[in-house]
């Protein structure tokens, strides 16, 4: 039989049948509110945009195989757009929901419509808002199971939790886009400060288990800048999933989330009965500034059955500048080789693609003082590229309607010059030029079903950071990790081509690089940016246009006719018009 779902939280929910031959899929349907309300989760209430009146916003639950159908009311005062993060999309690339890029934003007092299919995936996602900032607060879990009858790849836990990393500011929202971006005042287990706040010590997360049971933690870093360490006192955990791709299982006591990260992990309560810490702490990457040294952890608790009242069990948490932890997860986690939706890495490799990335300067207008570097303002740079989104007319209607002006094709496969790209330092005009980014809208087309490997490298131009690069409509191989300047010759026998990790969002190691590929299944224009919402308005992003394949099934399909407008012009939405230029 079909399955029937119900949502009424806020009696706002409907889930609808699917009447089909597929007995083990069904259309759930979901209606988001999108409202400014007042909360108070530190020292002070705060007006904030949220979805459904909650911070974090509801977990949607799917199986794999269904369709999902999204009502999004926007009742904010803001422009609102929602992203599936790490989504296939796979011929729904008009729903990915990134600003700009695929749809004008759903203003104030206005709605859409998502809907799309959820195939080939399983374990925890997100859904959070794509316009700057607004992440911080719109997101909440997307939480995908096997189809009804098909078995988890490892042990029935007894129960699922999901547990959401959040950053937190005492202040209005729009603040935040202030650079550099302000150091937060919080961060949030689950929408609680816990009792590391003197505002919060009495709201904190509580975890209840039972001795001997074991849970699923899904566990997702909302957070809007920040990657997070997470433990839990004198536990371990078993990762089985990244990035809603089984893992082959992977036993550790410490786990690094990037921004859009996820990790779904085994927790056994196999520990006497009492009281547990689970805590986050930032991890600060960039090299040659020093951790703020007030950082504190931002604690939830397990709580055992039968636990009496006691001194909870604290984590030795890492340093807050412990690049070794950090890089030590990242680069030990391995796709569950012939486990489901598992693919072997394709040898073939059609383009080939050496991004420099990191941040640079941009020029202080006259008359005005700027505090970065050199007195100048920070820019970000990929390739010597600062992306500029757009502001009259999203990309993807821009391709499809063959609009000009709004983007240039020429997004380059290489760095502008080579250099010391770890150890910056000016000595040449060339080096002058490599701190000042070109700004432009460039994209990188590719042809359909085509695999491109990317090397992405990271830079010293003004700090050797890390950075967590997210593909929007695909995931990607991970191939390698390292650090210093990559070597073609040496680093390529390094590389993993049997059961490399797979992720839509990877964080590149300061100072160092890693080596992607993914295969241009899904034609559309696809955003590649690094996933720190401070680092969105400064440009460290780029896009691809993947070409339509031979085929109508495997050809971008025309706007759904409710997608929101960013210009009442009506030439400019015009299917027939052709060669209208938008250009500034």
């Known amino acids: 039989m079909p399955r029937l779902h119900h949502y009424l939280p806020n009696q706002a929910f409907l889930v609808l049948l699917l009447f089909s031959s597929i007995a083990s899929s069904a259309i759930v349907e979901h209606v988001l ?31 794999e195989g269904d369709t999902l159908v999204v009502h999004v009311i926007n009742n904010s005062t803001y422009n609102v757009t929602i992203h599936w993060h790490g989504v296939f999309q796979l011929k729904s690339v008009w729903m990915d929901g990134a600003n700009m890029i695929t749809q ?13 299919d959820i195939t080939g995936q399983e374990g925890t996602l997100l859904w959070h808002a794509h316009v700057v900032n607004l992440r911080a607060t719109l997101h909440g879990a997307l939480v995908i199971r096997p189809r009804s009858g098909r078995p988890y790849p490892f042990p029935k836990p007894y129960k699922e939790v999901p547990i959401i990393f959040q ?46 049971k074991t849970y699923l933690l899904r566990i997702i870093n909302a957070a809007l800048n920040t990657h997070l360490f997470f433990k839990i006192a004198n536990h371990n955990v078993t990762v089985v999933a990244v990035d809603a791709v089984y893992t082959t299982p992977y036993l550790t006591d410490v786990m690094i989330l990037t921004p859009g990260q996820t990790v779904d992990a085994l927790l056994t309560a196999d520990q006497p009965i009492g009281m547990y810490y689970m805590a986050t702490i930032p991890y600060f990457s960039a090299i040659g500034i020093p951790a703020s040294p007030d950082t504190k952890p931002t604690r939830s608790l397990i709580v055992y059955e039968g636990a009496t009242s006691s001194l909870p069990a604290k984590p030795l948490m890492p340093a807050a500048n412990d690049i070794a932890t950090a890089h030590r997860f990242s680069s030990n986690i391995t796709s569950l080789v012939g486990g489901l939706h598992w693919t072997p890495v394709p ?41 500029m989104i757009p502001e009259r007319i999203s990309m993807q209607e821009a391709y499809f309607y063959n609009i000009t002006g709004v983007y240039t094709g020429d997004f380059p496969d290489q760095p502008p010059v080579k250099f010391d790209y770890t150890k910056f330092e000016q ?26 490997e990317i090397v992405l490298q990271n830079t010293g131009i003004v700090t050797r950071e890390s950075h967590p690069m997210h593909l929007h409509g695909f995931n990607f191989y ?38 992607l590929r993914f295969i241009a299944n899904n034609p559309g224009v696809w955003l590649f940016h690094c996933h720190m919402d401070a680092h969105l308005p400064l440009g460290i992003m780029m896009a691809f246009i993947v070409q339509n394949g031979p085929t109508r ?20 939405y015009d299917s027939r018009t052709t060669n209208v230029d938008l250009s500034y």
């Open 553 to 572: 099934e495997t050809s971008l399909p025309s706007p759904p006719s409710n997608l929101p407008q960013c210009t009442r012009d009506p030439t400019i």
């Open 347 to 387: 040898c073939h490799v059609d383009e080939k693609m050496f991004i420099t990335m990191g941040l640079g300067l941009d020029p202080c207008p006259s008359e005005t003082k700027c505090i970065g570097p050199l007195d100048q303002r920070l820019a970000g740079s990929l390739n010597n590229r600062t992306f």
């Open 33 to 63: 509110h999108v409202k400014d309300v007042m909360v108070k989760p530190l020292c002070k209430e705060q007006m904030i945009p949220t979805v459904n009146g909650s911070l974090p916003g509801p977990t949607i639950n799917v199986r």
């Open 167 to 212: 950053q937190w500011w005492d202040t209005d929202v729009r603040l935040l886009e202030l650079r550099p971006a302000p150091v937060s005042d919080a961060y949030l287990i689950n929408g609680l400060a816990g009792d590391s706040y003197h505002c919060s010590k009495n709201r904190m997360f509580n975890l209840k288990v039972v001795q001997g």
């Open 427 to 452: 000595r040449t005009n060339s080096d002058f030029k490599m701190m000042f980014p070109e700004r432009k809208t460039s994209v990188k087309t590719v042809r359909f079903n085509s695999t491109v």
């Open 104 to 116: 004008c934003p759903i203003q104030p007092s206005n709605n859409f419509t998502y809907q799309f």
């Open 478 to 515: 991970v191939l390698g990790y390292g650090f210093g300047n990559y070597d073609p010759v040496r680093d390529a026998r390094k590389l993993n081509l049997f059961n490399p990790q797979m992720h839509n969002t990877v964080g590149v190691p300061p100072g160092g690089w890693v080596v």
